[in-house]
């Protein structure tokens, strides 16, 4: 079970938690019980999910638009013992550059960032991908530092 809430809806987006039904079906690559962008799931989607999986803690959500799954976003693991949780996500190609990226990245961070075990919500992107830098600066994140081939953004959390 999946003990993460359903967030929005926010600028006709709800992040839902992803169903036991559709992570087996995404991870054994089979047809999926939902109605999905053409473009999604997108290679990483899987990835995260079997992280999730073989970690032990919840999927994440997927990202819906007018009851169309359109991305996924989540988290890499529970927080650490400072209480920095890190987050993943990600869109189908055809809904970049809508702002959606930036609304999904507020809605996770403001929502995990409530909660009392967390005190910093951090992201990882590639030096390359400026738009997903983008989102996390609109949301309040800041470049800390070079982790190998990546940047890492961090925000306080919310108080």
Request: aromatic content about 6%.
């Amino acid at each position: 079970m999946n003990p993460f809430p359903v967030l929005g809806p926010e600028d006709h987006l709800l992040l839902t938690p992803f169903p036991e039904s559709v992570v087996r079906a995404l991870i054994r690559g089979e047809p999926l019980p939902i109605a999905t962008a053409e473009d999604w799931p997108q290679q990483g989607t899987v990835f995260g999910l079997r992280m999730s999986v073989d970690h032990g803690h919840p999927p994440g959500w997927m990202v819906i638009l007018d009851a169309l799954v359109i991305g996924d976003c989540g988290i890499h693991s529970a927080p650490d013992q400072h209480g920095i949780i890190e987050i993943g996500y990600g869109l189908a190609s055809s809904y970049h550059s809508k702002g959606i990226g930036t609304t999904v990245v507020r809605m996770i961070s403001d929502y995990l960032g409530s909660l009392p075990e967390v005190t910093k919500v951090i992201a990882q992107t590639e030096p390359g991908n400026l738009p997903s830098q983008r989102v996390l600066t609109k949301n309040g994140f800041h470049e800390v530092e070079s982790e190998g081939d990546l940047l890492r953004f961090e925000r306080a959390a919310t108080t």
